[in-house]
């Protein structure tokens, strides 16, 4: 046996020669694994959140494969385990809900097992920053690949976006524009191979988000799923991932806080997904950067976005990567002086030096600096009486002329109340109105579902009506789009301000000044609040206890308290 490397986590199961080194390796072998996979080579887990309830990433079988072939061409012990998946488009109530414990999985998983580094496949949205959120917390040398995005949508001669479209036909619907064949119609013509949305929604932002953390092999954010350059990037990740172990470079010498401020950059240049500020906050707090909300206020101000995609514009994906994908991307930001060009990625190079020589294929698709798609257009954050611990919009999906907006607010008291009101034509609201939803965040739903984007009453759609201000405590999708106002902390559940807001209320939004606020006397409000009560858990049992007990607001990531910070790849106890 060959002299085994007494850093490597793994020696400490498979290097013993007593019984429970017997026991290891014995068990190991009844799927045919020879005798020198256990002399000192580095293991390398494989964690696959495939299941054939998450669409999106129903691929991964044949990702991992590709995965495997690299771990095995440069040397190491590839090993394949499932963790929770998180399918959005069908987990009720929400996917968000679970981030937090397929990240207890992911964390508990690794750090259980005989692994040296860990190759994590992801793409569904809560999958990418739920188990890099767990690999974080045990901090071994790691590396994710993301499964892709779809092809483009086509119907009609027309490109349709998964998520964008849904929610236009959805609207087209409800105001009799297109029949119920057509819709049907659409769903076929949508989603057409594997792979997650094709827009620049949640999955997208995350798969370029760890692109520009550089926990992601180059290329990684925009390679369709069918290409088969997908399956080049998960093979050469299983190479490396060998590689980092060997040079002992764990995956928090990748996540610095100057990884965390060229994803932020990188976030306002895509006009990425406003769920990526949480996901973001959570990742961070996990390796233990300091990582706040007006970080991405003060870091995207004076950004442009420059990627012309749904729900912003209107490419997809498929054309993203053809363009030249994020790496173009990246070279605008650093020509600029808006990247840290030394930052350390998982290919052992730069940033910068994976990017510097980008080419971009089409200008009309990425955008350069100084002709942008739209200027200025990063996550706003907002602060006033109605947000005090803040609240954000996504300047790039709004309406202009509602970006400074006065009037009376409509209120809706919890989801079902906003299904069971908002198609009543004797509903008293119009264009002007600001439509406010409350309880519906992180203890609120449970989960902060992605309802922030509020369909509008059928009547003024009939009227042509397109966009109104909304908002809420809760999230929306990255695919959708409007002069929608999300996140507000603290939320009502938790007793914030919105808890008080009343039809009627006047609120004043302004994005240009980062103000929110409700013009409600503060007597009037004192009066109110001694009236308002704490609402109830929604379950007193099980993992919605635990999550209603101890999730943070979205403001902190909305991890839950227990879980921020690392623990370390320490071995857990000998079993004698």
């Known amino acids: 046996m ?6 490597q986590r793994s020696i400490q199961w498979f290097a013993r020669q007593d019984i429970y080194g017997f026991i290891y390796r014995s068990w190991m072998k009844n799927r045919g694994v020879p005798q020198d996979m256990f002399d000192g080579r580095p293991v390398i887990g494989i964690c696959n959140t495939w299941s054939e309830l998450t ?4 691929h991964f079988r044949v990702l991992a494969d590709h995965v495997r072939h690299g771990v095995l061409d440069a040397g190491g012990f590839p090993l394949e385990f499932p963790v929770m998946s998180l399918g ?8 968000m809900l679970y981030r937090n414990l397929a990240s207890m999985d992911v964390e508990e998983s690794i750090r259980a097992n005989p692994l040296d580094g860990v190759v994590l496949l992801a793409g569904c949205d809560k999958t990418t ?3 890099l959120m767990g690999a974080c917390s045990v901090d071994l040398p790691t590396i994710l690949v993301s499964g892709g995005p779809m092809l483009s949508g086509k119907y009609h001669g027309k490109d349709i976006g998964s998520g964008t479209n849904t929610w236009s036909m959805s609207e087209d619907l409800r105001a009799g524009r297109i029949t119920l064949e057509e819709f049907h119609e659409a769903e076929s013509c949508m989603h057409r191979s594997h792979g997650h949305c094709m827009t620049m929604g949640t999955a997208s ?8 953390l550089g926990v992601g092999m180059p290329g990684n954010a925009a390679i369709p799923a069918v290409d088969a350059r997908r399956y080049v990037l998960a093979r050469m990740a299983g190479r490396r991932i060998v590689e980092l172990v060997k040079e002992k470079i764990s995956v928090s010498r990748i996540l610095t806080r100057e990884a965390f401020e060229n994803a932020i950059r990188a976030l306002a240049a895509i006009g990425g997904s406003t769920n990526a500020v949480i996901h973001l906050t959570a990742i961070a707090r996990r390796i233990g950067v300091d990582l706040a909300l007006d970080d991405f206020d003060r870091l995207g101000r004076g950004v442009h976005t420059l990627v012309n995609l749904m729900p912003s514009g209107k490419y997809l994906m498929e054309d993203f990567y053809y363009a030249g994908g994020l790496p173009a991307v990246l070279r605008e930001l650093g020509e600029n002086h808006l990247l840290h060009r030394d930052a350390l990625t998982v290919n052992g190079k730069t940033i910068w030096e994976n990017s510097k020589d980008a080419p971009c294929w089409n200008r009309d698709v990425i955008h350069g600096l100084k ?3 739209k200027k200025d257009a990063g996550i706003a954050v907002l602060r006033g009486n109605l947000c005090p611990g803040g609240a954000i919009i996504k300047p790039s999906a709004a309406t202009p002329k509602l970006m400074t907006h006065r009037a009376r607010a409509v209120v809706f008291e919890s ?13 008293d609201i119009d264009e002007n109105c600001v439509m406010v939803l409350k309880n519906c965040g992180p203890k609120g739903y449970p989960g902060m579902a992605e309802v922030g984007n509020m369909p509008l009453p059928p009547k003024l759609l009939k009227k042509g009506v397109t966009d109104m201000v909304r908002i809420s405590d809760a999230r929306m999708s990255g695919t959708a789009y409007g002069t929608v106002v999300l996140h507000v902390c603290p939320e009502a559940a938790a007793g914030g301000a919105l808890a008080l807001v009343e039809n009627g209320d006047v609120i004043e939004l302004d994005v240009e000044k980062r103000r929110l606020v409700l013009l409600v006397a503060e007597d009037v409000l004192l009066k109110r609040r001694k009236n308002w009560k704490l609402p109830p858990p929604p379950l007193e049992r099980g993992y919605w206890k635990l999550y209603f007990d101890h999730v943070l607001q979205a403001s902190e990531g909305a991890d839950l308290d227990f879980l921020v910070g690392k623990s370390g790849a320490f071995v857990p106890r000998d079993n004698h």
């Open 2 to 7: 060959k002299k085994s490397n007494p850093r």
């Open 371 to 373: 002709s942008p798609f």
């Open 129 to 131: 920053p739920a188990t």
């Open 205 to 212: 932002t995350m798969a370029s988000m760890i692109e520009a």
């Open 55 to 58: 669409p999106c990433n129903t």
């Open 415 to 427: 989801i079902e109340d906003f299904h069971r009101r908002i198609d009543d034509p004797e509903l």
């Open 88 to 95: 959005e488009t069908l987990m009720r109530p929400t996917a």
